[in-house]
């Protein structure tokens, strides 16, 4: 190869890898522009079924709350709590559960028991992972669906 060819294949080279790097941020693979998704970071299937046990658990010694999952079938929560969650996070999951606002309606729940249950959330997010960043992640989430469970998410009536 004389020099020529060479640099002529350095260019393509160096065309074909930056088109690439383009492909791959114009597809919207995350990995390549953001690293990993929410979802991995918490461990991904295994590490959220994991966190959702340890909630459940909590949820049944927190005497503020306890008494809401009672006579609730726990295996059905449990499946559809880890598939809200792998599904919010970014993972794959379709969540086949009811919405927030017609799941916790008729619950009467108070500031206090949301409070006190998103703390148990956090408490199994941060027994499980050791990152910071993921645990204040999990609360913006949280508190973003407040108005959706406490049912006081504000609704176009005239469904325009
Ligand atoms: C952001 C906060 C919350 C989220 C994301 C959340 C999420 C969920 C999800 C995904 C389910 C499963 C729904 C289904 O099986 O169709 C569920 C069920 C349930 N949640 Fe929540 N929840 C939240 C807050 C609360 C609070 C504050 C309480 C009570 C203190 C609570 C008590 C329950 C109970 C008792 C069930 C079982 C209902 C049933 O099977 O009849 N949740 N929740």
Known sequence: MNWKTLRIVGVCTLVIASN????SVLAGDEEAVAGPTLYERMGSSDGITQIVEDLIALHQKNPAISHYFDD?????????????LVAGTGGPANYEGRDMTSTH?????SVADFDSAVADVLTAVKSNVNDDDVVAEVAAILE??????MGTAVTDSAGS
């Open 20 to 23: 690439m790097i383009t492909m």
């Open 72 to 84: 609730v079938d726990l295996d059905r929560l449990a499946t559809n709590v880890v598939a809200f």
């Open 144 to 149: 973003s669906l407040r108005p959706a469970v």
């Open 105 to 109: 309606s008729e619950m009467g729940l």
